[in-house]
């Protein structure tokens, strides 16, 4: 079965680092997808990875390797507006998402 | 601003009743999806469109119709037969090209007693 794994919960403190992981088992895979989704609101898209290794973008890195079929989110100096769910979703043979529960993370100050 | 957009935020229906979730996006975009989210499950794809006046099942279609008779609209209904209606539903669209990115509306919590 297609199954997307990533931790329910974390607690991380204003201006560290977390590092959000995800592993997927899909039929076939076509890249990872990163949404991030405050609560009651829409989820945004963060990043995209299809070849292996890390993408940068400001603050937040999303690393992948797909041998491993493992994909992280990497978010520096955080902030209080990073606290949200975020989302991992791998694209299948098909073209389908396949969507994992998402990890909602807690900053404190 | 482009952007997709749901109607309403909040709805609230008794047990019984077909209710019709709207769903607009002026993004010119091909495709657009219905998600359906739980506490603690992924989202889970109710039906999807690729084109106009086409739409195909999800993984969750049983008790949920759609239609697709305008590039823009993509309204959802959940009629009676959906055992568990309760839920935070939002609506997707993307270019429908490959692995694009969706853009998601602000959702619509419908409420079933």
């Known amino acids: 079965g297609q199954n997307i794994d990533q931790p329910t919960e974390m607690t991380a403190t204003e201006g560290a680092i977390v590092q959000i992981n995800c592993t997927y088992q899909?039929?076939?895979?076509?890249?990872l997808f990163w949404y991030q989704q405050h609560a009651g609101e829409a989820p945004t898209f963060l990043s995209y990875?299809?070849l292996d290794g890390l993408e940068e973008k400001g603050r937040f890195s999303s690393f992948l390797s797909r041998s491993k079929g493992y994909s992280y989110l990497l978010l520096k100096e955080l902030q209080m507006k990073d606290s949200a769910s975020y989302l991992c979703a791998a694209l299948d043979s098909n073209y389908q998402l396949i969507w994992g529960a998402g990890t909602k993370l807690i900053i404190k100050p | 601003d482009g952007g997709i957009t749901q109607s309403p935020k909040y709805l609230f229906r008794k047990e019984g009743q077909n209710v019709t979730l709207s769903c607009e996006q002026n993004?010119?975009?091909?495709?657009m999806y219905w998600y359906r989210q739980d506490p603690g499950q992924g989202l889970r794809l109710i039906y999807y469109?690729?084109?106009?006046?086409?739409?195909q099942k999800g993984d969750i279609a049983e008790g949920y119709s759609v239609s697709r008779e305008k590039k823009e609209s993509f309204p959802l209904t959940v009629t009676s037969a959906q055992k568990n209606p309760t839920a935070f539903y939002l609506c997707?669209?993307?270019?429908?090209?490959?692995?694009?990115?969706?853009?998601f509306g602000n959702g619509t919590r419908l409420t079933v007693t």
């Open positions: 899909t039929s076939g895979f076509n890249g």
């Open positions: 993004l010119n975009h091909d495709a």
């Open positions: 997707a669209s993307s270019t429908g090209t490959g692995a694009s990115p969706l853009h």
């Open positions: 990875n299809v």
């Open positions: 469109s690729q084109i106009v006046n086409d739409f």
